[in-house]
């Protein structure tokens, strides 16, 4: 059974950079094909992909925010890091951790956790 | 990038009736070397995560009722619920997965009428 959880504050200043966890049980990020990403949804607003990294450490960025992102794993722990810097107060979001192999669709989400930036 | 726009973005229904929502990509997610649909459509619940209901364009996923339809190719698709029940209140979201950047749809948000 996989599942996914985020973990990370609820609140950060503008400009700091945030910090988000996924911790995933179920399977293995060595297993071929397998990848964890980043999804992120405003109050009230659509979907957008932000990030994803493969079994083979392959990571994917979304354009529009790949100056500000980094994403990391950690198989033994079963972790995967997403980092944002220079937040801003319309990253305020619900942010996803979502599981997929490569080529296919997102097949599991964690409950999300909802980040605030507000001074 | 893959622009998708969904119609309508609301959408209220009478109980047992027809709910059809329309997914548009603003280029083809067919793959001509498998013929395959890179499209999919979550349902997302308030305060839940979204739920995959429909992969590959018309792929109903274990567990997902036979009254939800997908259907389409190339750069249309649809969504269909037919006899809708009043557990099938949500917003519909369609995503692409044939390139990054993987890309969403606005939503459609279905009511009962």
């Known amino acids: 059974q996989i599942t996914l959880k985020e973990s990370g504050p609820a609140l950060v200043k503008p400009t700091q950079t945030l910090t988000l966890t996924c911790t995933f049980s179920?399977?293995?990020?060595?297993?071929?094909?397998?990848?964890v990403g980043w999804i992120r949804q405003p109050p009230g607003k659509a979907l957008e992909w932000l990030a994803l990294?493969?079994?083979?450490?392959?990571?994917r960025y979304s354009p529009s925010l790949k100056s500000r992102l980094t994403i990391t794993k950690d198989t033994s722990k079963k972790q995967v890091v997403l980092t944002m810097t220079n937040m801003d107060p319309v990253d305020t979001a619900t942010y996803y951790c979502?599981?997929?192999?490569?080529?296919?669709?997102?097949?599991?989400w964690g409950q999300g956790t909802l980040v605030t930036v507000s001074s | 990038d893959i622009v998708m726009t969904q119609s309508p973005d609301s959408l209220a229904v009478s109980l047992g009736e027809r709910a059809t929502i329309n997914c548009k990509s603003s280029?083809?997610?067919?793959?001509?070397?498998?013929?395959?649909?890179?499209l999919a459509w979550y349902q997302q619940k308030p305060g839940q995560p979204p739920k995959l209901l429909i992969s590959?364009?018309?792929t109903r996923e274990s567990g997902v009722p036979d009254r939800f339809t997908g259907s389409g190719s190339g750069t249309d698709f649809t969504l269909t619920i037919t006899s809708l029940q009043a557990e099938d209140v949500a917003v519909y979201f369609c995503?692409?997965?044939?390139?990054?950047?993987?890309?969403f749809g606005q939503g459609t948000k279905l009511e009962i009428k």
């Open positions: 179920g399977f293995s990020l060595t297993t071929h094909a397998v990848g």
């Open positions: 995503q692409h997965y044939y390139t990054t950047p993987y890309t």
């Open positions: 280029q083809s997610v067919l793959y001509s070397s498998n013929n395959k649909n890179f």
């Open positions: 979502v599981h997929r192999q490569t080529g296919s669709y997102f097949d599991y």
């Open positions: 590959w364009a018309s």
């Open positions: 990294i493969y079994w083979d450490n392959d990571k």
